[in-house]
């Protein structure tokens, strides 16, 4: 009885040591990957390569125009996403007869031609009935801006949008303005 509790004992001591062994090399060969994968970042591989850095004040609009297509939208500067931007709007959200909540167009910042809004329309892909997750927002003001790429939609407090780097309503109708001017 004892050999046989000396024996299940070996047995258990030999697979506990193989474990350990295989995951002391499977994290050592997993951390040197992780290692040279992470000491490949993109600013090194970018000066090797002779690109720098996006600096859109130095690039010609050509190559800014180029290196802003190659990054995610949402890293752009500000003013490239409201250039880019083909429809920005707010709403209003009123209570409908239904209980259904309706987004109004209350001002539109900019649109693209041809016209497929005005105000006073209802933007139906905002509107919704609240229940579940989704509270009643009537009387609340919401930010629409949407692209070619892309598409945000966010709350509007004390006259800025959280969602575009906390911009108010004004500085950005004078973006606009200025961007129009060009």
Known sequence: MFSKFKDGLAFGAGFGISFIIIFYFASFGMSAVWSLMASGNDTAIEQESGKQPCDSKKLDEDEA??????????????????????????????????????AIITDILKQQEPARYKEGDEFSSESFYPGGNRRSLVGKQVFVLEGDRYSTTSGIYDGHVPALENISIDKMRKTLEAQKGK
């Open 65 to 102: 125009q180029s290196q802003l297509s190659s990054m995610d939208v949402w890293e752009w500067p500000l003013d490239a996403r409201l250039e880019d931007a083909e429809l920005i709007l707010i709403l209003t959200y009123e209570a409908g007869e239904d209980g259904r909540n309706i």
